[in-house]
C-alpha cells in the first residue's frame, strides 16, 4: 500500500549507544518531518525537510540529526541514546510544507535503558 | 507561543449517543487546523483541514467545525470502531513550518 514506511518498528537501545531510523515515502511528497510522542505531551517536531536538499530544527532537535537521502527517504539519527529518548517516534509526509494534512508512517517504539 | 487545549481528555460514549469534542486553540495567524484518527500502536490518520471561521467538513459521521477561537468534532450516532483518539493541530501563518499538535481525546464507544 502506498504511503510512509518506518523501520524498524520496535527497537531497546542501551545508554549511549546509537541508532539511525528509517522513513520512506512513495507518494511523491515534497516535504517530511520526524516527530516524537510522549504521553501527556502531544506530538513534538523534531526536525523537518520542506524539500529535498534541506532540513530544518524542529521544537526539540537536541540529541538529533537527520539525513534527507533523497525526496523519497528521510532518516533520524541518535548519535548516543539516553533514557529521555525514550519515546515512540513518528515520520510523516506531505506535499509541501504547511500543505492540508501529513501521512504518517506506524512508528517506531524505542526504549533507551 | 502556540497552544492547543483540547476537551475531554476521555470521553465514554454509548453507541448511538451523539457528542462533541472540542479543541481551543492559540495561533499567531491561523494557516489551518487540522483533525487526526490515532487508534492504538498506529501513527494518526488525517480527517480533515479547517482554514476559516465558519468552515464545516464532513465525513461520514464525523463533522468538524471552526470557530475563531475553538474547533469541534461532532460525532453523530457514533459506532463502537468510532473508538479512537481524535488529534486537533493547528499551523500559524509564519515562516517557520511549524504545526502545533494537541494531547488528544480519547473516544470509546460502547455497544
Known amino acids: 500500500n502506498a504511503g510512509v514506511t518506518q523501520t524498524p518498528k520496535f527497537q531497546v537501545l542501551k545508554t549511549g549507544q546509537s541508532m539511525t531510523l528509517q522513513c520512506a515515502q512513495d507518494?511523491?511528497?515534497?516535504?517530511m518531518y520526524w516527530y516524537r510522542q510522549d504521553p501527556g505531551m502531544g506530538l513534538r517536531l523534531i526536525y523537518y525537510?520542506?524539500?529535498?536538499?534541506?532540513?530544518d530544527k524542529g521544537e526539540v532537535p537536541n540529541g538529533y540529526n537527520v539525513s534527507r537521502l533523497n525526496k523519497r527517504e528521510f532518516s533520524l539519527r541518535l548519535e548516543s541514546a539516553a533514557p529521555s529518548q525514550t519515546s515512540v517516534y513518528f515520520c510523516?509526509?506531505?506535499?509541501?510544507?504547511?500543505?492540508?494534512?501529513?501521512?504518517f508512517g506506524s512508528g517506531t517504539r524505542l526504549t533507551v535503558v | 507561543e502556540d497552544q492547543v487545549t483540547q476537551s475531554p481528555e476521555a470521553l465514554r460514549l454509548q453507541e448511538g449517543e451523539s457528542s462533541s469534542l472540542n479543541c481551543s486553540y492559540t495561533?499567531?495567524?491561523?494557516?489551518?487546523l487540522f483533525w487526526y484518527r490515532q487508534d492504538p500502536g498506529k501513527g494518526p490518520e488525517f480527517l480533515f483541514t479547517l482554514y476559516s471561521a465558519g468552515e464545516e467538513k464532513e465525513k461520514e459521521r464525523l463533522k468538524a467545525t471552526l470557530t475563531k477561537k475553538e474547533s469541534f468534532l461532532h460525532i453523530t450516532a457514533p459506532k463502537p470502531e468510532d473508538s479512537a483518539t481524535y488529534l486537533c493541530a493547528v499551523l500559524n501563518s509564519g515562516g517557520y513550518q511549524k504545526v502545533t499538535f494537541g494531547t488528544g481525546t480519547k473516544l470509546q464507544v460502547i455497544p
Open positions: 507518494m511523491n511528497h515534497n516535504s
Open positions: 510523516a509526509s506531505s506535499e509541501a510544507a504547511g500543505a492540508a494534512g501529513y501521512t
Open positions: 525537510s520542506a524539500s529535498e536538499g534541506t532540513t
Open positions: 495561533v499567531s495567524g491561523l494557516r489551518g
